[in-house]
């Protein structure tokens, strides 16, 4: 189907939106610390979707719901380049990601007409991706000339708007300009490689839901998720999602999720900027208060103080994976905060930094968009937060992580690898 094509067919499908409540949503993002707020802007294409309150009512009555009250189990509490380019318009950073605003995701649906996933090929194929080392500068207009206004990270994505003169218009995030064409793929490009650059998450709807071993009610309960967490889905069921939380690989009931697929979107001069400097602000905040920060996770004179830890030869993040190491053996307690009495892998990560004065959020979704962005494992530092589906650590150095891990076997030391993570984050 041609543009035009596409257009009149927006008009059709909004109005069949209109009746059938399917369509594309705004997902507010997750609640991270003021302190260490993260800029880049992402995207989500949300699925059809029934009214999970209804459903939730008839689950509930039955005793094996997947949607549970208490907590008993464990879980969190709760993210190549194609060419050589030239140094104007592909150069290096880091790629960001978080989500956009109703506003975008309106002009995604005007664009592309992308409702449900019966049509995600025709949105897909709307989407132009930025296939670079680091990033593709967004310009005012079509030339080398233009001003830069923001840009696009490799594997990033903008809503196709127009050509000219070999440059797309887009639309990404807040940001409207030009790429060069030949740093970017569209069309059927984009349809095959938007499923390889985004991420499909399943996020929790309910107040704690059940991980169970098999897609059956009957099954054994293999874990607890509280709501909103994000997980990565691995395979989608006839009611039943496949995923990955730290127990292993269980499945959930497809309605107590909402799915959607995230993609990574542009960043202006001005986000970008903003990003830098509060970044800045918050480690300078951070190592003061560190340097006169003690200890306030436990009264146990065998509990070393975070100052201890903070030398002149050392770094501040050293200094976190040195002390977050000394609670291994201790016990993990679902929601719980206490290095020393229980805690769950958010909570864990969250107490940690706490002595170190910073606020995290008690979420490992939220966790994915704290600090600034690391890329991969193979760049991670001692202190870094690693984040994985349904769960958060702390990499230690020497590729390794201390994470409260599961009911059975508390905190824990692990393999970084041992799962693949979802992003690196850092702190200071």
């Excluded at 094509?5 to 409540?21: E, M, N, Y």
């Excluded at 939730?56 to 879980?75: F, I, K, L, V, W």
């Excluded at 605003?101 to 002009?107: F, G």
């Excluded at 076997?409 to 992003?423: C, E, F, K, V």
């Amino acid at each position: 189907m041609n543009r035009v094509g596409k257009q009149f067919a927006v008009c059709v499908l909004t109005a069949a939106v209109t009746f059938t409540g399917a369509g594309i949503e705004a997902m507010a993002g997750s609640s991270v610390t003021s302190v260490l707020p993260s800029a880049g802007i992402g995207y989500e294409l949300a699925t059809d979707q029934v009214e999970v309150s209804n459903l939730q009512e008839d689950e509930q009555s039955n005793s094996s719901a997947d949607s549970a009250s208490s907590s008993t189990g464990s879980s969190s509490s709760s993210s190549s380049g194609s060419s050589t380019t030239s140094t104007k318009e592909a150069t290096n950073t880091t790629p960001l990601s978080s989500r956009v605003d109703e506003e975008v995701l309106s002009d995604i649906e005007e664009a592309t007409g992308a409702t449900t996933t019966t049509n995600e090929e025709e949105t897909f194929s709307n989407l132009v991706i930025a296939q670079v080392h680091d990033y593709v500068n967004v310009r005012s207009g079509p030339s080398e000339n233009d001003e830069i206004v923001g840009k696009l990270y490799n594997n990033s994505v903008g809503t196709y708007l127009g050509e000219e003169n070999g440059w797309y218009q887009i639309k990404s995030g807040s940001v409207t300009g030009y790429v060069k064409a030949e740093y970017c793929v569209t069309g059927q490009a984009a349809v095959e490689l938007a499923p390889k650059v985004g991420k499909r998450i399943a996020t929790v709807t309910t107040t704690t839901l059940k991980v169970r071993k098999e897609a059956s009610t009957e099954s054994e309960v293999l874990g607890l998720v509280p709501i909103d967490d994000e997980l990565v889905v691995l395979e989608e069921l006839d009611g039943w999602v496949k995923v990955e939380i730290e127990e292993g690989e269980g499945y959930v009931s497809m309605d107590y999720v909402r799915l959607s697929t995230e993609f990574v979107q542009a960043e202006s001069k001005a986000e970008e900027e903003a990003r830098l400097a509060k970044e800045q602000a918050a480690k300078e905040a951070a190592r003061a208060a560190a340097s006169s920060n003690t200890s306030k996770s436990s009264s146990s004179k065998d509990v070393k103080s975070a100052e201890s830890f903070t030398t002149e030869k050392s770094s501040i993040g050293e200094a976190v994976a040195a002390f977050a190491v000394q609670f291994v053996g201790n016990p993990y307690v679902y929601g719980g905060t206490s290095l020393t009495n229980g805690c769950d892998c958010s909570g864990f990560v969250m107490s940690v930094y706490a002595n170190f004065g910073v606020s995290l959020p008690h979420s490992s979704a939220a966790d994915r968009n704290v600090g600034a962005a690391v890329d991969g494992l193979a760049n991670a530092q001692p202190g870094d937060i690693v984040c994985y589906s349904g769960h958060v650590a702390i990499y230690i150095g020497g590729g390794q992580i201390v994470h409260a891990s599961t009911s059975k076997t508390g905190i824990i030391i692990s393999n970084a690898n041992y799962r693949t993570p979802l992003a690196v984050r850092r702190i200071f």
